[in-house]
């Protein structure tokens, strides 16, 4: 997947901002833009864009391990970009967790960044 493909979908979750970022809003800023500085975490939330996946499913289209694939959803998960739903199977004893996107929107501009 190439860079304009991110630019894309990054640019259609744009909103315009008419307010400076002020205060506690620069480290949410700083986390959410960290958190999708690398082209895995990328490449995720472009797969979670797609709907609600299991942790398998979004390694296997990413193309990382599954313990690559829960780091980087981790992060992405810590900076508020992705919730996590656990469902039990009970004859089977085990858990599967499942991920997605929660909403977001950023845009980023030397205006938003201005102090008023």
Same mark, same amino acid.
């Given at each position: 997947? !190439?860079?304009?493909?991110?630019?894309?979908?990054?640019? *259609?979750?744009?909103? #315009?901002?008419? #307010?400076? /970022?002020? !205060?506690?809003?620069?480290?949410?800023?700083?986390?959410?833009?960290?958190?999708?500085?690398?082209?895995?975490?990328?490449?995720?939330?472009?797969?979670?864009?797609?709907?609600?996946?299991?942790?398998?499913? /979004?390694?296997?289209?990413? !193309?990382?391990?599954?313990?690559?694939?829960?780091?980087?959803?981790?992060?992405?998960?810590?900076?508020?970009?992705?919730?996590?739903? /656990?469902?039990?199977?009970?004859?089977?004893?085990?858990?599967?967790?499942?991920?997605?996107?929660?909403?977001? *929107?950023?845009?980023?501009?030397?205006?938003?960044?201005?102090?008023?």
């Amino acid at each position: 997947m !190439g860079v304009h493909e991110y630019e894309k979908l990054i640019c *259609n979750q744009m909103i #315009t901002r008419s #307010t400076a /970022v002020t !205060g506690m809003e620069y480290e949410e800023l700083a986390s959410k833009l960290s958190a999708l500085g690398h082209p895995t975490r990328l490449a995720i939330v472009k797969v979670l864009a797609d709907g609600e996946q299991y942790l398998s499913e /979004v390694a296997k289209r990413v !193309g990382v391990s599954r313990a690559l694939a829960k780091v980087h959803l981790k992060k992405l998960r810590e900076a508020g970009l992705v919730e996590t739903r /656990v469902v039990t199977l009970e004859d089977e004893a085990r858990a599967l967790r499942y991920y997605k996107l929660r909403p977001f *929107n950023i845009h980023l501009s030397p205006e938003t960044l201005k102090e008023e």
